[in-house]
């Protein structure tokens, strides 16, 4: 089955613990992208990669880090987190097509809690 | 980037009728995209019209993308309780940056 997979799907920490929140695809899909979702704000996305070893910042980048090692995963860094990265985290990734990407799939998100 | 803006924030119906839901945007664009999402979970894509394109039908799901205008319209016919999300409208420029709007929260009333 075609997928976009994250772990966990529910985070509580403290600040300042350093996190990865996984992502992974079975799709051979060049695009992947990190996005966080908070009330009254939409989906803003964090970073998105290419291909691999291809990243690139997205609006809100501050406080994250990303790698793409191999082209399934794509992992989520927080490095020192801090209460304000509280909120719902989306995985997706898609075919790279002509203006840029095309549908995106979507893992089913990681509520992170940083008290 | 700019956000696209869904309108109206929210509706309620009652099954059996139609749901007509807007998205504008400010800049050019190559798509807009429609995803439905069932309260706190992942997105589902809906259906992605090309800059180039004025409608196209999915099944029950009617999109119209009007480039002058800068707006796209996504109509849900003969609704159900199962259509009960949100919807959101994601547009696609010349970067791989998508912007998302906050979302139209869609009620079906069985």
């Known amino acids: 089955e075609a997928q976009v997979t994250q772990n966990p799907r529910y985070l509580i920490t403290v600040t300042g613990k350093k996190l990865t929140v996984t992502c992974s695809q079975n799709?051979?899909?060049?695009?992947m992208s990190w996005y966080r979702q908070d009330p009254g704000l939409g989906l803003r996305q964090i970073y998105y990669?290419?291909?691999?070893?291809?990243?690139d910042k997205g609006d809100v980048p501050e406080g994250y880090k990303v790698s793409r090692k191999e082209k399934r995963n794509f992992p989520l860094i927080l490095e020192s987190p801090s209460p304000n990265q509280t909120s719902l985290y989306f995985c997706?990734?898609?075919?790279?097509?002509?203006?840029?990407?095309?549908?995106?799939?979507f893992g089913p998100g990681t509520r992170l809690t940083v008290l | 980037s700019q956000q696209g803006e869904e309108d109206p924030q929210a509706l309620s119906i009652q099954e059996g009728e139609n749901a007509t839901m807007n998205c504008s945007y400010k800049?050019?664009?190559?798509?807009l995209q429609w995803y439905r999402q069932n309260s706190g979970r992942g997105l589902v894509h809906l259906i992605l019209?090309?800059?180039?394109?004025r409608e196209k039908h999915s099944g029950r799901l009617r999109v119209t993308l009007d480039t002058s205008k800068k707006s796209s319209s996504l109509l849900i016919t003969a609704s159900r309780a199962a259509d009960t999300a949100s919807y959101l409208c994601?547009?696609?420029?010349?970067?791989?940056?998508?912007?998302f709007g906050r979302g139209t929260s869609l009620i079906v009333h069985p």
């Open positions: 997706a990734s898609s075919l790279v097509g002509q203006g840029g990407y095309n549908e995106q799939f």
């Open positions: 799709m051979n899909h060049e695009y």
């Open positions: 990669s290419m291909n691999v070893e291809v990243t």
């Open positions: 800049t050019s664009i190559n798509n």
């Open positions: 019209i090309r800059s180039n394109e």
């Open positions: 994601a547009t696609g420029g010349g970067s791989y940056i998508p912007t």
